[in-house]
């Protein structure tokens, strides 16, 4: 009999959940974390990690990009059970939404209570500064294609998913509190996702802004659904790695939204495992 897609994915999911806990010490992590552009430094934190590559499990995605390190890193932070993905995958590099997210839907399956997604963005609130971190409040989502979309299966969210308290409020001001007690600035603001690879052009920033967002970039949204739709809590973070202002407009590209990422790296890495350890 032929298995029908969505059965076939709920096979899947499970086959890689299998092979993980296989390999890792526990059953169940609390957090599952995609460490984007900038939060690589929060894999250095994790005790006992038990390093993953992604071409070793089952069914997971494996990135054809060169020098993309993917794996998935299990182990202990602040004596959470912790399970990190290390690299992601964008719609833009050509993966379908299925293949985008993956990752957080297994991270999801294993049964995470918190999903932090990190990534580097552009502002557009002209009060932002380049290498800021913005606390995502909420997100409008300009991706051309729905991760959720076809047929649903039941026993992994709802066909019409909620997106009240995407961003969960209780976690923005843990890590609001956090901020402040660690003499780290933050900022809040709205993320709008596209999909790339082009940087924007001034009209679009302008457009972005009047939108009602903050920050822009080219990942999250698509992760972030996915985690609403099978009921966990989501916690987002942004580096801004440069500043999108239409009337001041600068030239950017790849390496400098890096090397701005690679600066604020510390200062985030710092106040997700502070924030983890309070969760
Ligand atoms: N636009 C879109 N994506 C981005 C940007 C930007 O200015 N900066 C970092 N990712």
Redesign the pocket.
């Known amino acids: 009999m032929e298995i029908k897609g969505k059965e076939q994915e709920y096979k899947r999911l499970s086959q890689s959940k299998e092979f993980i806990l296989g390999l890792l010490s526990f059953d169940r992590p609390d957090v599952g974390i995609i460490l984007g552009?900038g939060l690589g430094g929060v894999a250095d934190e994790i005790e006992a990690p038990v390093e993953i590559p992604y071409e070793d499990i089952p069914n997971f995605p494996v990135s054809t990009v060169k020098g993309h390190e993917g794996m998935l890193i299990g182990g202990k932070l602040k004596g959470k059970k912790i399970v990190a993905m290390k690299g992601r995958f964008h719609f833009y590099e050509g993966y379908d939404m299925g293949k985008v997210t993956y990752g957080a839907k297994l991270l999801c399956f294993l049964g995470i209570e918190t999903f932090i997604v990190s990534?580097?963005?552009?502002?557009?609130n002209p009060q932002f500064s380049r290498g800021d971190i913005m606390i995502i409040t909420d997100h409008i989502n300009l991706f051309p294609r729905h991760p959720l979309q076809g047929p649903n299966d039941e026993r992994l969210g709802p066909r019409f998913p909620d997106m009240y308290n995407t961003y969960d409020k209780d976690l923005v001001k843990l890590v609001e509190d956090t901020a402040l007690d660690i003499g780290i600035k933050v900022r809040k603001g709205v993320y709008l996702g596209?999909q790339?690879p082009t940087?924007?052009t001034a009209a679009e920033?302008r457009m972005i802004r009047m939108l009602g967002a903050d920050?822009?970039?080219?990942?999250t949204v698509p992760e972030v659904i996915i985690a609403r739709w099978m009921g966990t809590k989501v916690l987002g973070l942004s580096i801004?790695?440069?500043?999108?202002l239409p009337d001041a407009l600068e030239t950017?590209n790849h390496e400098l939204?890096l090397k701005a990422?690679g600066e604020a790296s510390p200062k985030l890495s710092k106040l997700v495992v502070s924030s983890v350890e309070r969760l």
Not at 215 to 219: D, L
Not at 240 to 244: E, K, N, T, V
Request: a negative charge; zero cysteines; charged letters at 10%.
């Open positions: 552009t990534n580097a963005a552009g502002g557009v596209l790339g940087f924007e920033y920050a822009v970039g080219m990942s801004i790695s440069d500043l999108g950017i939204v990422a």
